[in-house]
């Protein structure tokens, strides 16, 4: 289907950095995809931030580039013909930077209005006597956790979170929300608490960073509901309804419920839909079934390092990934994922924790028919 209806307005580079593509779909409704240049390099690179326009009736904007990107993403949109006064609103996929760092220089200069689920309206603002005492006292909630040293937060993030802090938020609530006709949003957390996918009819489906061509996206820990539960328990007071892994993986099914009632639908992800010269284009089902298969080897791998004795999230990092992954920020991204496991391993009670940090293998096996019950 992809080749038909896809019309390339700009080739960008062999990242799909600067590219313009229109997709226009069967019912003449088009959605133009608008990657704007990332941070990210080497083995961890997502690729360029994939921002689509979505001229329904009410035509809109989802995500906005990371940081920087705003202004160019304004002038992406002009060479397509696309006016920000045509456009109703930004609607922002999730809180990760590299899906909202544009905002502040986009809504500068076109004064769109935002709409973004409940949570992240949370999680943008600063509460200095829950947060983390020292340099971050007045980060973002969300920036709480990030681990880059303070020299690069300074001199990087402090004009980003003041754009976030003076935010005013259109509010999506849970569960599946009418946007405009025919058009609804879903929200399926796990990779962050605050993720939606946006369902054009039955057409197609921006997923964001849910689901990716190429990549697995990052599931959080569950126990991150910890760093901000003062921010968020009056609203969600069970960490499992919007953190860790199981909840990645409840999302994933949600989506499969849709991929069944409509195969065929366009997914659109966040990046990597253009890389390296290629489209990925992916089918929903067979790209959900790949993820679930994905995170069932990886808890069967961690299992099988845990047999010879006990051993922490980072010597398990160690021994499960390769050596050019856990360099600088890879390291963490690394025993995040292995924690986010681990997480769901001790629920079904194949793993469970001893001296504080170590896990030991109880010799079960739950996880998979845990899995494929949810
Ligand atoms: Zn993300
Ligand atoms: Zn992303």
């Not at 973004?116 to 980060?139: C, M, Q, T, V």
């Not at 004009?159 to 999506?172: C, N, S």
């Amino acid at each position: 289907m992809f080749q038909h209806i896809k019309e390339i307005i700009h080739q960008g580079d062999e990242s799909g950095n600067g590219m313009t593509v229109r997709f226009r779909l069967p019912s003449g409704l088009e959605i133009i995809g608008l990657p704007t240049k990332n941070f990210y390099g080497e083995d961890w690179d997502l690729g360029p931030t994939w921002n689509y326009a979505v001229l329904a009736d009410k035509p809109f904007l989802v995500d906005t580039g990371r940081y920087g990107q705003g202004g160019k993403l304004v002038g992406m949109m002009d060479s397509a013909g696309i006016k920000p006064e045509d456009l109703g609103f930004v609607l922002i996929s999730h809180s990760h930077e590299d899906h909202d760092g544009g905002l502040g220089e986009l809504i500068n200069r076109t004064q769109l209005k935002v709409k973004a689920h409940a949570i992240y309206d949370l999680i943008i603002r600063k509460y200095p006597k829950s947060a983390p005492p020292g340099y971050k006292e007045n980060f973002p909630a969300k920036c709480w956790r990030c681990m880059m040293p303070e020299e690069f937060s300074t001199k990087n993030c402090l004009a980003y979170h003041k754009v976030l802090r003076g935010l005013t938020v259109d509010k999506i609530p849970d569960g599946v929300q009418e946007l405009s006709t025919n058009i609804q949003t879903y929200h399926l957390p796990g990779h962050s608490p605050d993720c939606l996918a946006v369902r054009i009819g039955d057409e197609a489906i921006l997923v964001g960073d849910i689901i990716l061509p190429e990549i697995t996206s990052i599931p959080t820990c569950e126990s991150s509901y910890d760093e901000v539960s003062e921010v968020i328990k009056d609203a969600y007071s069970k960490p499992e309804e919007i953190f860790g892994l199981l909840r990645y993986i409840r999302s994933l099914k949600k989506l499969g419920e849709i991929a069944e009632r409509t195969p065929n639908i366009l997914v659109l992800p966040g990046h990597r839909l253009y890389y390296k010269n290629q489209w990925n284009e992916m089918e929903l089902a067979g790209r959900i079934s790949e993820l679930l298969k994905h995170h069932i080897d990886r808890c069967d791998a961690i299992l099988e390092i845990l047999k010879p004795g006990p051993k922490t999230a980072e010597e398990i990092a160690r021994e499960h990934f390769e050596g050019r992954l856990l360099k600088g920020y890879g390291k963490f991204m690394a025993e995040n994922e292995v924690i986010s496991h681990c997480e769901l391993l001790i629920k079904s009670k194949d793993l469970v924790t001893s001296d504080g940090d170590k896990y030991v293998a109880t010799g079960s096996t739950n996880f998979e028919k845990d899995i494929e019950a949810l």
